[in-house]
């Protein structure tokens, strides 16, 4: 017979507010196998747990219930308890009391009360049927594959870099950089963007701990935490790597323009091409859709170009002088082994063509990042502030936020950084051309962060137009090329219209493309809005569900770069911590198949999220086995067994029976 | 009807600050002085939180043409409660003086700097003298009425002002009897 003990936390007030503990501590003693009960004000304190610990020792009780709040956040602490008192930590069960009872039944003191004695009836009925369990572990490969190579995967990789573990940076653009490149400057300090992120790329590339896969794409993912086997597929460029120098000698000959993707469609660049001029790594590439060779190839079997390659001999026109183009260049494959992998792959922002009502045909109306390109010295004008539909110098502009945020049509969350780069982008604008009339319309200001609000609070005293208290309603395109932009000032109360040279719409943060095809090649859990989850908002905001898959920047929900850089040295840390002790331990709460009642039928096979059950055997003599180690116990197979051959340790049939039965009886 | 914001007077703003609202930019409408201002609790529609954000938006004419600005009880609660230092009275104060100059004040005002003027009161009932002798006073309070050379220093500083240049009524220098 076993020995329980009982263990009743008030929780200060939150369950003795409506649970009498009193009460529910005699009526735990009447109980089958408990042979002591007690009650305590604040049970996982260390006091409350040397209660448990000295009836460990002195032989009084040998399984544990704690009646107290929810296993998820202190199930560990009193496993740990039982472990130090002396026994089995997996023989320890918690009746959540608060969550469940108190919390719920806050008005119904009676009624509240006699569903804890339930509660901890049922668990002490589990209790009898509980088995001690043993912990296994595997070794852990000291390297990581860090996908998305913005601002967070590139902090990530260098703070991993800098405690000697491998890195495998894996980027799908010719360059790393990420958005972060792209803008002009940046808030609330101003740096320009390109002069603080460069040196990092550098740094990023020159790394001897971080192998840079640029261009590149994770092609399939196997294996789990401590040994993920990865194939990663980095894309022909049809120049040689290793023998380009990046002197863009091919970029001036080659005869096929291209709409720029860089600049958002805005200028055009060569078929071959160097992404950008900071570009790292600084190497150029063909764009075989585009190259008037591939082109040719496909339709009539011959090259009617190869400039870049041979130059125009007749013209005195010299190709590439590196000897680095190869046309005949195939997609390479790359195998890796890492024990962890963290993911970084970003955002998108929405275009503005979904926004009929905001005029998006017209090339007056940019969105943010669009605008940032036409700011930035990069950018499609060098730098030169001109009006896309006639290249006049714009003098008045209307700012446009919560475009796709913040509606329900769209996006139902805050994209959170577009209050704070609408005033960046006008302050870059009126600290270049101060007489410039610059129009915000906001339906409120949202500028918390460091320094935020210090930054708003400047940009109105440089004289911007602070409109508050509504979406723009329309905005309409006139004759001359102007807009006639239409919102609602509630500090007038009244209507209000601007007539500007163009306008600027701050659209929505999305997840990136790809982040879908992530979450199922990752089993990960993918939000309702599309960004991939983290384990707990507050307590593990960069795990998933995925043991060693660790998450960084915007792909978690919309960030700024310094919550970004945060978020990402703090994946960093969280996959060394996993790494360096060179060992992993894995849960024992995991399910076992016994092979002796496997009928062989193969239902769980196909249930498992995880992928964690094969089929072995030959000649139909198949028995299910389940790879312990991607098993994360969730318990489907179990419950779906028809020949309940698949154990699932810790919830044993027996033990939920038993559970189930005491609580479905009447109440006592 | 919308107010066009692009067709208002970019200047106005400019012409308050000079005049004396220098930090009125430094709002950000929170509408902590709306909440303790006699102006709003009396239902004018211009209360001072609205009368800022009208001055940054070029609203000159409308706000000329409404009296809230003159409905102000100097209570000076706004400049005590703001937390952006913007204090609004001084901004209040700008827009009077911005407002005389359009000569677009109340007329019982030009009478009050008129008696101002003459007297060196801008309250000056009449038929006081009787009352205060009877209560053993003299008949005219030791003000410039007791005072004629303060009162003439007075006229001569008020001559010298930009209320002469404005013109809301004559200040002539008298002619010594």
Excluded at chain 1, 357 to 377: C, D, K, L
Aim: aromatic share 8%; proline share 5%.
């Amino acid at each position: 017979m076993s020995k329980i003990g009982v263990y009743v936390c008030h929780c200060g007030e939150n369950i003795a507010g409506a649970v009498d503990c009193k009460a529910v501590r005699e009526y735990s003693e009447s109980l089958p196998g408990v042979t002591v009960a007690r009650e305590y004000l604040f049970m996982c304190s260390d006091p409350g747990q040397d209660i448990i610990k000295q009836d460990i020792k002195a032989g009084l009780v040998d399984r544990v219930v704690v009646a107290a709040c929810t296993p998820r956040t202190h199930e560990a602490i009193f496993r740990k308890a039982c472990e130090e008192g002396g026994i089995n930590k997996y023989l320890c069960e918690m009746a959540n009391v608060r969550d469940q009872d108190s919390w719920a039944h806050w008005h119904d003191k009676d009624g509240a009360t006699l569903k804890a004695r339930r509660l901890i009836r049922s668990a002490v009925a589990k209790a009898n049927h509980l088995e001690p369990l043993m912990e296994s572990s595997g070794d852990a490969i000291k390297s990581v594959m860090i996908v998305g190579g913005g601002v967070a995967g590139m902090f990530s990789a260098l703070d991993l870099a800098e405690m000697g573990i491998q890195v495998y940076l894996v980027e799908k653009e010719p360059s790393i950089g990420g958005h972060m490149i792209k803008l002009d400057k940046t808030f609330p300090t101003m740096d320009c963007s390109a002069c603080i992120l460069t040196p990092k790329m550098v740094e990023v590339a020159q790394h001897p701990n971080i192998q840079l896969l640029s261009y590149s794409e994770v092609e399939s993912v196997a294996g789990h935490v401590g040994d993920f086997k990865v194939t990663v597929k980095k894309k022909a460029r049809y120049i040689d790597f290793d023998k380009c120098t990046g002197c863009g000698v091919c970029t001036e000959v080659c005869p096929s323009k291209v709409k720029n993707d860089y600049n958002y469609d805005m200028d055009t660049r060569k078929a071959a091409y160097i992404q950008f001029p900071q570009a790292v790594p600084k190497k150029a590439q063909i764009d075989s859709e585009h190259c008037l060779y591939f082109k040719s190839m496909a339709k009539t079997g011959k090259p009617a170009c190869q400039i870049c390659q041979k130059g125009i001999p007749a013209k005195k026109v010299a190709g590439c002088p590196a000897n680095a183009i190869n046309f005949g260049q195939k997609d390479e494959f790359v195998d890796l082994n890492v024990g962890a992998i963290l993911l970084a792959t970003g955002f998108k922002p929405m275009p503005k063509d979904p926004f009929k009502e905001y005029s998006p045909q017209s090339p007056n109306v940019v969105t943010a990042m669009e605008f940032e390109r036409i700011i930035s010295a990069t950018g499609p004008t060098e730098g030169e502030l001109q009006r896309p539909s006639d290249g006049t110098k714009p003098k008045s502009f209307a700012f446009v936020s919560c475009v796709g945020s913040r509606d329900k049509k769209h996006h139902t969350y805050c994209s959170k950084v577009c209050c704070m780069y609408m005033f960046k982008e006008a302050r870059i604008v009126k600290e270049k051309y101060p007489d410039s009339e610059i129009y915000l319309f906001f339906i409120d200001v949202r500028t918390p962060g460091k320094d935020f609000d210090e930054f708003h609070t400047y940009c109105r005293e440089m004289g911007m137009h602070v409109i508050k208290g509504s979406r723009v309603s329309a905005i309409d395109e006139l004759p001359n090329g102007n807009l006639r932009v239409r919102g609602f000032d509630s500090d007038l109360g009244q209507a209000v219209e601007v007539e500007v040279n163009m306008a600027i719409l701050a659209t929505a943060i999305e997840p990136a493309a790809g982040t879908e095809e992530f979450a199922r090649k990752f089993s990960l859990c993918q939000g309702a809005e599309g960004f991939l989850k983290e384990v707990h908002t507050k307590l593990y905001p960069v795990e998933t569900s995925t043991k060693g898959v660790f998450l960084a920047g915007c792909i978690q929900g919309p960030k700024d770069i310094p919550e970004s850089i945060s978020q990402s040295r703090a994946a960093a840390s969280a996959a060394a911590a996993l790494l360096i002790p060179g060992k992993i331990t894995f849960d024992p709460l995991i399910s076992e198949v016994n092979a002796d009642k496997c009928s062989g039928c193969g239902v769980c096979t196909p249930l498992c999220p995880y992928g964690a059950i094969s089929m072995v055997g030959t000649n139909g003599d198949t028995r299910a086995q389940i790879e312990s180690v991607l098993c994360t116990g969730c318990g489907v197979c179990a419950a779906t067994c028809p020949s309940r051959a698949i154990t699932l340790h810790g919830f044993s049939t027996e033990a939920v029976e038993a559970q189930i039965v005491t609580l479905a009886r009447r109440y006592r | 009807m919308a107010i066009i914001l692009s067709e208002m007077d970019k200047a106005f703003i400019g012409e308050i600050r000079e005049r004396g609202g220098f930090d009125i930019r430094a709002c950000v409408q929170c509408g902590k002085c709306a909440a303790t201002c006699p102006l709003s609790l009396a239902g004018f529609p211009f209360y001072i939180k609205k009368l800022i954000h009208a001055i940054e938006c070029g609203m000159r004419e409308e706000i000329m043409e409404d009296p809230s600005m003159w409905a102000c009880q100097s209570c000076n609660r706004c400049v005590e409660v703001c937390p952006q230092d913007v204090k609004p009275y001084e901004v209040l104060l700008a827009l009077r003086r911005a407002a005389v100059r359009e000569l677009s004040v109340p007329g019982n005002t030009i009478e009050g700097l008129r008696n101002y003027y003459k007297t060196g009161h801008a309250v000056y009932p009449k038929g006081y003298q009787a009352k205060r002798k009877a209560v053993g006073l003299s008949e005219e309070p030791p003000s410039t009425l007791s005072f004629p050379e303060m009162l003439e220093q007075l006229q001569e500083f008020l001559r010298n002002s930009e209320l002469n240049e404005v013109g809301l009524f004559p200040m002539k220098k008298e002619e010594k009897k």
